[in-house]
C-alpha cells in the first residue's frame, strides 16, 4: 500500500539513485537533501522512515546516520 503522502513528495520523478548517496561521504547527499528542503510532505516522509527502521538513502531529508540520531534522542527525551 501506498502511502498517499508519497504522491505529492518533490522527489517523484527524480532518480532514485540521488536519494541513496554513498553512506561515508556527507557531502554526497547534499542533492537529495536539497530536493528534501523543498518538499511539502518532508516530515511525513522522516516518520515512515523512522517508523519502518530504513537502513538506507535519504529520507526527509536525513541520512541513515541522522535517522539514528534522532531515534536516539527520541528514546532520551521519553
Not at 516530515?43 to 519502518?52: D, G, T
Amino acid at each position: 500500500m501506498t502511502a498517499t503522502w508519497r504522491k505529492r513528495a518533490a522527489c517523484r520523478g527524480i532518480d532514485v539513485e540521488v536519494f541513496y548517496p554513498d553512506p561515508d561521504d556527507d557531502a554526497d547527499a547534499e542533492p537529495a537533501k536539497a530536493v528534501c528542503e523543498v518538499c511539502p510532505v518532508r516530515q511525513a516522509c522522516l516518520e515512515h522512515a523512522l517508523a519502518n527502521r530504513e537502513r538506507e538513502g535519504v529520507w526527509g531529508g536525513a541520512t541513515e546516520r541522522e535517522r539514528r540520531r534522532i531515534v536516539r534522542q527520541r528514546r532520551k527525551s521519553a
